[in-house]
């Protein structure tokens, strides 16, 4: 399986060309590579471990930010990064640095002797290793893929376990039935440890129900036990003993109300004594690269600045993203009322259609490319796919290309959205210095 990785700096060549991508989904090779090193994993700061199909990211990014503006010093590692693997790895607030990052494999590499282990299952113990290390009071993990054989799910007792929405990704690995992906997100929850689950469809949940159960886990449901929900454009929580009225989410979108109240609710399972000023700053600063993503900078913005419209970035490209997106698009289409045009490039083993579907409402015109990834549908493909969802679609060579088609559409400036996957964001983010995720 080709490991979407941008090989563009000295780390990932390295890593790379040392350690393919070999996924075994057990957590042997992890566990085997952390005890050579004298486990790590059991030195850490509490952990909060996020699992989950969509949103995984901005529940990390929320939780952060949290516990950053409480005062408190935070470790995170999320995946895949967008420009820079350093971006992989934030040691109590910042991002790894080259020295400690070349030092670091020096020593993990020489503790796993040659045997056999993947790309993301070294980065996890070099990041596990780090976190060790360096003095903290939080450490954020984010699941790779999955949960249960995921190559982060190495501790006994988190101090919270986070689900996500659960949803259809990634069949070949974890499906195709939602019971069956939801059972792998679900192998985080660990015996006696609070999971903070989101909202899910009905299979998914009485999987996640069950597995609290038979680990006797106590389970806060949003919707059951703590809820969340927009009003008058604040973001209000309750909890069982606290009812905060916060601001709007830092990140665009209705969905991100709930993504911003899930992480708060599990910042007070973990810490009930958090202020409602510390919990407000986090919530309205967090910052999370490609998820509906503003750009004002780079050379395509500059572009659509010369014409007079917006450029926006997702990274999203599952039926589940394609909703949330499309209902984020809906909002901005409502306050600043011009035509929306999709630039879309996605990996060819998505659901292309069921991304596409819910814009139908909007008939946005999409301008379908590909990029630089052996596992990139081609442009015609994605485009038959946009048609089949009900949109106007033609292929283009490239982003930028997609662009100045979309800018020289006769009428008022558009609402310009390139999405359709990380990778192909990170693409698009790469272009400048000045959009690179910091």
């Known amino acids: ?8 700096d000295a780390v990932i060549q390295r890593l790379r060309a040392n350690h393919p991508s070999l996924i075994d989904l057990t957590t042997g090779r992890v566990e085997r590579l952390l005890a050579v090193l004298g486990h790590p994993e059991r030195k850490l700061p509490p952990v909060i471990h996020v699992a989950g199909t969509n949103g ?14 409480a005062g408190l010093r935070v470790h995170a590692i999320t995946s895949p990064h967008l420009v820079r693997f350093a971006e992989r790895i934030r040691l109590a607030g910042a991002l790894i640095s080259d020295e400690a990052l070349a030092a670091l494999i020096d020593r993990v590499e020489a503790a796993n002797a040659g045997q056999p282990i993947s790309f993301f299952e070294i980065t996890t113990v070099i990041a596990l290793l780090a976190f060790a290390e360096a003095p903290a009071d939080l450490c954020i993990v984010e699941v790779g893929l999955g949960g249960r054989f995921d190559a982060t799910n190495v501790f006994a007792a988190p101090a919270v376990s986070v689900i996500t929405p659960v949803d259809y990704d990634h069949l070949e690995m974890l499906g195709p039935e939602l019971w069956k992906i939801a059972w792998e997100k679900a192998g985080i929850i660990k015996a006696g440890r609070p999971a903070v689950v989101a909202r899910q469809m009905d299979e998914a949940l009485e999987v996640i129900e069950r597995e609290a159960d038979d680990r006797m886990a106590p389970l806060f449901l949003m919707g059951r036990d703590f809820d969340v929900w927009e009003e008058r454009g604040r973001l209000m929580v309750q909890m069982p003993d606290r009812l905060l009225d916060l601001p709007p989410p830092a990140l665009f979108g209705g969905h991100q109300f709930e993504n911003a109240g899930l992480a708060v609710a599990a910042a007070l399972t973990w810490k009930r004594e958090l202020s409602d000023q510390a919990i407000a700053a986090g919530v309205s600063s967090a910052c999370w690269p490609a998820r509906f993503q503003r750009l004002t900078k780079g050379p395509i913005a500059s572009l659509t600045k010369s014409r007079g419209a917006d ?11 394609g909703r949330a997106l499309a209902e984020a698009a ?19 083993r998505k659901d292309a259609e069921g991304f596409f579907r819910p814009f139908a409402e909007m008939h946005p015109k999409v301008f379908a490319t590909t990029f630089d990834s052996p596992n990139a549908a081609p442009a015609a493909d994605i485009a038959a796919a946009a048609r089949a969802a009900g949109l106007e679609a033609e292929t283009v060579a490239s982003v930028e290309a997609g662009v100045r088609r979309a800018l020289a559409i006769e009428g008022p400036p558009p609402h310009l ?7 192909f964001a990170g693409e698009v983010l790469a272009m400048s210095p000045e959009t690179w995720p910091t």
Do not use: Q
């Open 417 to 423: 959205l390139v999405c359709g996957g990380l990778h």
């Open 311 to 321: 450029l926006w970035l997702d990274g999203g490209h599952n039926p589940h993203a």
């Open 1 to 8: 399986m080709y490991d979407p990785i941008r090989a563009s």
């Open 56 to 69: 995984k990211g901005s529940t990390v990014a929320y939780l952060r930010a949290i516990g950053e503006a």
């Open 330 to 348: 809906s909002r901005l289409v409502d306050r600043d009322p011009r035509p929306l045009v999709l630039v879309a490039g996605m990996f060819a």
